[in-house]
């Protein structure tokens, strides 16, 4: 499965894009905010969406991850007249204005991550509160007795990071854990371990990490495992990377609130070329197309693991 991931984010990773073409009326994109296994299944999603709603689709994945970038990608989308486009904003708190102005030529929806005071169409994604919440009782079980924690994410700017955040904290409200705080990374990579490394320096008595984004998982471990604390600090984690999975299994991660990546993708096309054709999208009344969540620890990762793989016709 590792493999078989890498070489999806390698496709996913390039500059033109993934999905299906099969020169239909309807061309959608999906402009990712950085490059990962996450969005690798996405872009699975959207091409099995394009094959099932007979549409041409591309996933975009900018050469960096930063606002500008994804400001670029979308810029040179419209500029090639897609007028169909989900947008997993890379900072929603300043990216409104960039939103409502690419409304003005194409119809648009935010996926991942929301900017609700756009003029977006819809969201298609994780409760993100809730998924918080769903770590924050992971995290309660682990650390029955209380302790230290530390956090690991990319940015706080966005609002799925945010919201998965204040879902934590409110769910260990009243109980004997404590937050230390939330490290961000701007989604690089050896920073995010080397994170991982100053917070148990820093914190020697620290009992739990947890990874907001799909690769604070994989690092939190890499790092707790070459510490050789893997035994002594618990981790809770996101997403369904396949080191952390490869983690749940091993005993060295407690366990990690997984969402539909897959059907991220799948729901953008589905719903876009509703619009597109004039045809009802089923979009929820409060604007959110909610794709679910469910914990996986080591009693369910091995079923998790092979429907995930069946899936994606692995």
């Known amino acids: 499965m590792k493999k078989a991931l890498g070489i999806a984010v390698a496709a996913a990773a390039a500059l033109a894009g993934v999905g299906c073409k099969h020169g239909n009326d309807v061309k959608v994109a999906l402009l990712a905010p950085a490059a990962s296994d996450f969005w690798a299944i996405v872009a699975a999603g959207a091409t099995k969406g394009g094959v099932d709603f007979k549409v041409d689709t591309q996933t975009i994945t900018p050469s960096q991850a930063s606002a500008a970038e994804q400001r670029a990608r979308l810029e040179d989308l419209l500029s090639k007249g897609v007028k169909y486009i989900a ?86 409200k009243g109980t004997k854990i404590q937050i230390l705080g939330v490290k961000t990374d701007e989604t690089d990579r050896t920073k995010a371990k080397s994170n991982v490394e100053n917070a148990m320096v820093g914190t020697p008595d620290v009992a739990a990490l947890v990874g907001i984004f799909s690769y604070n998982g994989p690092a939190i471990a890499n790092a ?73 620890d080591k009693t369910t990762v091995d079923k998790f693991e092979a429907d995930f793989k069946k899936k994606l016709g692995k």
């Open 87 to 172: 947008i997993a904003p890379f900072d929603a708190r300043h990216q409104v204005d960039m939103i409502d102005n690419a409304c003005k030529s194409a119809t648009i929806i935010t996926t991942d991550s929301d900017a609700a005071g756009s003029k977006r169409k819809c969201f298609v994604g994780t409760n993100n509160y809730d998924a918080g919440k769903k770590a924050g009782e992971l995290l309660k079980k682990a650390l029955p007795n209380g302790g230290k924690v530390w956090m690991f994410v990319a940015t706080l700017d966005m609002q799925n990071a945010a919201d998965r955040v204040k879902g934590i904290q409110d769910t260990v």
């Open 224 to 296: 707790v495992t070459a510490a050789h604390k893997e035994h002594k600090i618990k981790i809770v984690c996101f997403d369904e990377d396949a080191a952390t999975l490869k983690g749940v299994r091993d005993g060295v991660i407690e366990g990690t609130v997984v969402q539909d990546p897959f059907k991220f993708g799948y729901e953008c096309v589905r719903v876009l070329a509703a619009l597109a054709r004039k045809e009802d999208p089923k979009i929820p009344a409060d604007g959110h197309i909610d794709t679910g969540v469910q914990v996986v």
